[in-house]
């Protein structure tokens, strides 16, 4: 397996989940509350929103594949400068949409899985509401659950470990996923509060 020493050196947490479930908020809220302890961090912002091909129901494999290298690229630039990366998704909630779209793509499995295993934390945020319009996402229900129930699927099958935030407590999500980073103490130069 190819190892690198830039993304072992940083902490990276990724949010995944479904469209329009306040993963953008999460990682925002994230960086704010850790930069005022001084952590040098950037944000991996959702790439799909600059994808110049169809996203959505109507996506393609070259759109998803489009998506999950420039994630991957983008993650790397990032990593390259900073001591945690925060991303609004993973590559493995990516690779769901093209599960989706276009099937299992095995020359893409093994990048997935071994990208996967480079973050540090991932943080499955729930879907509470029905996706509101924002001009790019998909606002039906059912496309929206079946995103969160691939993905759930995914993690299952890769036995990964995830912190699945309550549903019931979205006033307290941003108070755990800190707790959580706080607990993981590395790297070492990372001295949370």
């Not at 594949?65 to 925060?86: C, G, K, N």
């Not at 093209?98 to 996967?116: F, I, M, N, R």
């Not at 299952?156 to 800190?178: C, G, N």
Request: net charge negative.
């Amino acid at each position: 397996m190819i190892r690198s020493a830039v993304l072992d050196n940083t902490l990276k947490i990724a949010f995944v989940g479904s469209h329009g479930v306040g993963k953008t908020t999460l990682c925002y809220g994230l960086a704010a509350r850790l930069k005022r302890s001084d952590i040098s961090l950037d944000v991996v912002g959702e790439v799909a929103r600059r994808c110049p091909l169809p996203i959505n129901r109507g996506t393609t494999l070259d759109a998803q594949s489009w998506i999950l290298h420039t994630q991957i690229a983008e993650e790397i630039v990032a990593a390259s400068r900073y001591d945690v990366v925060i991303c609004d998704r993973s590559v493995l909630d990516n690779y769901v949409y093209l599960l989706l779209s276009s099937g299992a793509q095995p020359k893409l499995e093994q990048l997935v899985d071994h990208w996967t295993s480079t973050y540090g934390l991932l943080v499955h945020v729930p879907i509470v509401n029905t996706p509101r319009p924002d001009g790019m996402r998909s606002v039906d229900p059912a496309f929206q659950r079946a995103v969160d129930e691939r993905l759930e699927k995914e993690v299952a099958l890769r036995d990964l470990d995830v912190l699945h935030l309550d549903d019931l407590d979205r006033d307290l999500w941003l108070d755990r996923v800190e707790q959580h980073v706080t607990g993981l103490g590395r790297p070492a130069q990372l001295e949370l509060p």
